[in-house]
């Protein structure tokens, strides 16, 4: 799985709102600095988290952004899926609507178990979690992996 530019900025402001005071907004610009983002790409990307959903923008002196509803209910999938679409996909299909014969059959057990691997992490880690350090213990485990930080 590849985590692209677009995702880990949109987790990282996200993150940065989550972690905002009283649920303040802030500015974009303030995120960008937060997290060491470029502003411009910042912008187009919490367009499509306030398309989503998950943030809100609020107009005056003190606007910016603000996360629309408790970060304890917004996973780091919901945030992914919001800028980047599914979060496995093979040659930009689903799983599920693939096929393989013959001695690639089983490949296509092989994504869907990526998937519901990728979807064990990505959908049970809140903004709220993220941002206190209190992972689930699966999560903190599958990083604990002997291997886990290896680049082979």
């Known amino acids: ?7 880990d900025y949109a ?7 989550a972690a905002s005071p009283h649920g303040d907004p802030v500015p974009a610009e303030i995120l960008a600095q937060g997290q060491d ?18 943030v809100v923008s609020v107009r005056g002196r003190s606007g910016g952004y603000r996360l629309a509803r408790a970060a304890g209910s917004v996973s780091l999938a919901e945030v992914i899926r919001a800028v980047d679409g599914p979060l496995v996909t093979v040659r930009d299909e689903r799983p599920p609507s693939l096929s393989y014969d013959g001695s690639a059959a089983s490949l296509l057990d092989v994504w869907v178990a990526l998937r519901t691997s990728v979807r064990s992490v990505l959908d049970e880690v809140t903004l709220a979690s993220l ?11 599958l990083a604990a992996t002997v291997g886990a930080w290896d680049n082979p």
Do not use: N
Request: net charge positive; charged share 30%; glycine share 6%.
């Open 1 to 7: 799985m590849r985590v692209s530019a677009k995702a």
């Open 37 to 54: 983002i470029p502003t411009a790409f910042l912008e187009r990307i919490l367009g499509d988290l306030r398309r989503a959903g998950i």
């Open 131 to 141: 941002v206190a350090g209190e992972l689930p213990d699966h999560v903190k485990a």
């Open 11 to 17: 987790v990282r402001a996200c993150a940065e709102l």
